[in-house]
């Protein structure tokens, strides 16, 4: 048995070829995760934030609260990278200025900010 469907208008046909990444930031945003969009703006703009230093060492992976969490692989790397936070802060501002990130806090992977 056959059904009748109409077929799409213009605008259904546009929202049913929307890329996925629109539909998620959309519903995303709606729940409560506004940030999303900033920290994905925050990850593009990594390489230069971080510099030659520590773009591989450290990763962005939160913000929240104006406050950017970036996780290290260990002790060590933290306790360095808090001595270089200031200038990181300092290139965030300036090349992500909308992003509301205002302060960084560093975390090392499995554990909690501190």
């Not at 539909?23 to 999303?36: C, E, F, K, T």
């Not at 390489?47 to 990763?59: K, L, N, P, Q, S």
């Amino acid at each position: 048995m056959r059904t009748m469907r109409p077929e799409p208008d213009e605008n259904e046909e546009e929202n049913l070829l929307r890329p996925v990444a629109d539909l998620v930031d959309g519903v995303v945003a709606r729940i409560g995760g506004g940030q999303r969009p900033a920290l994905l703006a925050v990850r593009e703009a990594w390489v230069d934030i971080a510099g030659a230093r520590w773009v591989e060492v450290c990763h962005p992976v939160q913000l929240r609260d104006g406050i950017l969490v970036v996780e290290v692989p260990d002790g060590a790397s933290a306790s360095l990278l808090r001595y270089d936070l200031g200038n990181l802060e300092r290139r965030l501002r300036a090349l992500v200025p909308n992003s509301g990130a205002r302060n960084m806090r560093v975390r090392v992977k499995g554990r909690s900010v501190r």
